[in-house]
Structures are given as structure tokens and as C-alpha cells.
């Protein structure tokens, strides 16, 4: 004799009837989506990354008028570092320089070169080819922090900034140190205009 299976026949009419969403309900469940996505995507703005627009012609050439570029609010500013921050004179204006000094750093310029704790440093970013001599003296004379600060070192919790467009920069020459606590944030990506999109030292 032949085993045999037996399949028990499933009745459509046992099927437990689903529910159907009422509209109400899916208006409440677009409704949250909307509001959850919503709130990640301004906390993302707000704490994490946002766009930022260069105005002036301070960044030259690193970065023109126009320009838009990411800014990152997390990590740690580095030395060389492109750094956005509320103008020490107007904190409804935004700066964009570079951090040439960290704290405990010497900073001196000399016949138009810059020295860091002793080492000269070759600015890459810079280019004032196109500059005459004397607007080089008068723009971009002389400097070390005890001449404009008083101090030998940049002071703890502060940066010295610069403008690569040294002749053309108002930056810690003119107005000081920058409280390290009022960085907006740093950026290195720029994603406008499209045929300059990518990281802004990569065109050095």
C-alpha cells in the first residue's frame, strides 16, 4: 500500500480579513514622515554639514566670488585649514580665511615669506605673481604676532588667520586673533560652479 500525504484544502473564506487604512490614518502617517525627515535632514544642516557662499575676493585664488562650497561643523581645525567664522566686527558676517597659527604657535613674516616656529613654510595656495613690488610692501609688509599682539605665541583656544589673497585680506593682520569657540566650521569641498567641483586644495 502506497503512503499517501494529505494537504488540507485552504478555505479562502478562513482567511483573516486585513485592515484597510482609513485616509485619516494615512494622512497622519504622511504627516510624521514628512515631520521625521524634515527634522533630520535641519539637524543634519544645523549641527553637521550646510552650504556656504563665498563673498569677496579675500580666498583668491584657492576661491572666487561665488563660489559655494560644503561646510563641515564636526571635527577637530587643523593648521591650513579653511575655516568659516562670524567677523570679529560684524557677527551678522561671515569670514572664510585660512588657520596659519594653532595655539602655542610663533608666527613671523619676513620678505615675503612665512616662517612657523622657525620652519619656513611654502605657501602653495598663494600667488601674487600678478602683484607689483610696492603693493607687495605696503599690503603684505613685515609682520610678527608681538608687532600686532603684543605676544609671542598664539594665545590657547584662538587661531591666527589669513586670506590667501594676502594684498587683499582683512584677516588677524587687522583684526586679531579668533576665538577657536566661534568657528562655524571648516570646509574643503567646493560644489559650485560644476567645473570646479571637488576638494578646493586639489587645484593647487
Known amino acids: 500500500m502506497e503512503d499517501s500525504s494529505f494537504t488540507p484544502r485552504r478555505d479562502k473564506y478562513n482567511k483573516k480579513p486585513q485592515k484597510e487604512k482609513t485616509l485619516f490614518q494615512e494622512i497622519i502617517s504622511t504627516f510624521i514622515y514628512i515631520v521625521v525627515i524634515t527634522g533630520i535632514f ?9 552650504p556656504v557662499r563665498v563673498e569677496g575676493a579675500s580666498m583668491e585664488p584657492t576661491l572666487h566670488d561665488g563660489d559655494r562650497l560644503i561646510l563641515n561643523k564636526v571635527g ?9 567664522f562670524p567677523s570679529p566686527e560684524d557677527n551678522d558676517k561671515q569670514f572664510i580665511k585660512r588657520v596659519i597659527g594653532l595655539p602655542g604657535d610663533e608666527i613671523t613674516f619676513s620678505d615675503q615669506t612665512l616662517y612657523i616656529n622657525g620652519d619656513t613654510i611654502e605657501e602653495d595656495y598663494i600667488d601674487l605673481s600678478g602683484v607689483s613690488e610696492s603693493d607687495l610692501q605696503s599690503l603684505n609688509s613685515n609682520f610678527s604676532l608681538a608687532s600686532i599682539e603684543g605676544v609671542e605665541e598664539v594665545p590657547d583656544d584662538a587661531y591666527f588667520v589669513l586670506g590667501d ?18 568657528v562655524t566650521g571648516k570646509t574643503s569641498l567646493r560644489i559650485w560652479p560644476l567645473d570646479r567641483f571637488g576638494f578646493i586644495d586639489d587645484d593647487e
Open 76 to 84: 577637530d581645525i587643523d593648521r591650513f585649514d579653511v575655516i568659516v
Open 42 to 50: 535641519l539637524s543634519i544642516r544645523l549641527y553637521v554639514i550646510a
Open 165 to 182: 589673497n594676502r594684498v587683499n585680506s582683512k584677516d588677524s593682520r587687522s583684526f586679531g586673533f579668533i576665538d577657536k569657540d566661534t
